[in-house]
């Protein structure tokens, strides 16, 4: 099994930045690919970025060139820095790997 753990949402005013966290425990020796999703109240859960063990990186155009993905294999976490936030990225923003779901993190952003 794969524990996920998100941290780093909060409330941010339109144009500012967050850094989300994935801490990934348990069976990780196996793990490859790593994504975020986001889930927008009334909406469908929608894929946001991916990172592959390389550190190859595939993002949804929605977000390119304004948010990155990186990843700490030493630390076994997955990173998603947001710049240029706007309202429209207010979601739960989730990681996902090989079937497992963390639990989300909420990011709001005001206008």
């Given amino acids: 099994q ?9 409330l ?6 967050l850094r989300l966290s994935c801490a990934a425990s348990g069976s ?10 986001r889930q927008a109240p009334g909406k469908q859960r929608e894929w946001v970025a991916a990172i592959g063990s390389g550190g190859s990186r595939s993002y ?4 390119e060139g304004r948010f990155t ?5 030493a630390k076994n976490t ?3 820095q947001m710049d240029s936030l706007k309202p429209e990225d207010t979601a739960v923003y989730y990681c996902f790997t090989k079937g ?9 952003v005001s206008s």
Avoid: C, K, P
């Fill in 2 to 10: 794969v524990q996920l753990v998100e941290s780093g949402g909060g």
């Fill in 12 to 17: 941010v005013q339109a144009g500012g930045s």
């Fill in 28 to 37: 990780i020796f196996s793990i490859n690919l790593i994504s975020w999703y």
């Fill in 60 to 63: 949804a155009d929605s977000v």
């Fill in 69 to 73: 993905i990186s990843r700490d294999n």
């Fill in 78 to 80: 997955v990173y998603l």
């Fill in 100 to 108: 497992y779901w963390g639990q989300g993190t909420q990011v709001t």
